[in-house]
């Protein structure tokens, strides 16, 4: 049943791309949140600890900085590198800086709240391909590094 995504691994003709993705996610998500969460401490130490009163609006803009960034650059956060993963586009080609800006926001939206939040992880337990609301949402996949899985 290929749609839109005729350019990706199959998930049940090659199903290794697909094995394991969602509990890599997840522990991707804890080591970027982690990482996010060090780099932001850190920046809102720098002015004499004033940035500490706005904590949350530091954390936000380093999450998007981070994610979009590290997404642009390498189609996967350094969390996703540790663990063999990486985004692709529908037509199977690594993310650009505007579909990374993309998934992002529509990643930090769906996580603000508590329904989509809990859709998306449904979703990604129940798809073939395990894609959440944001993945669904901008025509991306999340796969093992072809060669590495």
């Known amino acids: 049943m290929n749609d839109t995504y005729d350019a990706l691994p199959d998930p049940h003709a090659q199903p290794a ?4 993705v969602g509990v890599k996610r997840l522990l991707a998500w804890v080591v970027d949140t982690v990482l996010i969460g060090i780099i932001a401490a850190v920046i809102a130490s720098i002015p004499l600890f004033l940035l500490w009163f ?3 609006l ?9 994610r979009i960034g590290s997404i642009r650059a390498a189609s996967a956060t350094p969390g996703m ?7 692709r586009a529908h037509d199977g080609q690594r993310l650009d800086g505007s579909a990374a800006a993309l998934h992002t ?3 930090m939206i769906a ?39």
């Open 111 to 149: 996580s603000a709240f508590f329904i989509p939040q809990i859709a998306s992880v449904f979703l990604m337990l129940m798809t073939d391909r395990g894609q959440g609301l944001h993945d669904m949402f901008t025509g991306v996949v999340a796969i093992n590094t072809p060669g590495r899985y």
């Open 58 to 66: 530091v954390f936000l803009v380093v999450s998007l900085v981070y």
């Open 17 to 20: 791309f697909y094995e394991g």
């Open 54 to 56: 706005v904590f949350p």
């Open 81 to 87: 590198r540790l663990f063999n993963i990486e985004l």
């Open 105 to 107: 926001i529509a990643f």
